[in-house]
Nanobody, 125 residues
């Protein structure tokens, strides 16, 4: 089982940028589809972005399309989420997740096998 650790969260003003990282250990990252999800207080966990095993395809929630970019470096066992033009409504705990299967349901958090502990992103107005 892979272990995931997120970093890079923090406080940023609206319109600013932030980059999140997810470090994987315990198993080669290349066997996993990787995703980012977020959860705001009182809300359900929601899909943010996903990337296939060889970075061939990326997928984004409509709410972040054009502002966020997901990428991965299998050699370094790292996944990234570059966030720009941040909005107050982007405030949430951001989680990195790994799927070992082939569900092709990238936005369905129940398909992911492993999760990081999360990193807080707060966007102020």
């Amino acid at each position: 089982q892979v272990q995931l650790v997120e970093s890079g969260g923090g406080l940023v003003q609206a319109g600013g940028s932030l980059s999140l990282s997810c470090a994987a250990s315990g198993r080669a990252l290349s066997v996993y589809v990787m995703g980012w999800f977020r959860q705001a207080p009182g809300k359900e966990r929601e899909f943010v972005a996903a990337i296939t095993r060889t970075s061939t395809n990326t997928y984004y929630a409509d709410s972040v399309k054009g502002r966020f970019t997901i990428s991965r470096d299998n050699a370094k066992n790292m996944v990234y989420l570059q966030m720009s033009s941040l909005k107050v409504e982007d405030t949430a705990i951001y989680y990195c997740a790994a799927e070992s299967g082939y569900s092709y349901s990238y936005s369905d958090y129940t398909k992911y096998d492993a999760w990081g502990q999360g990193t807080q992103v707060t966007v102020s107005s």
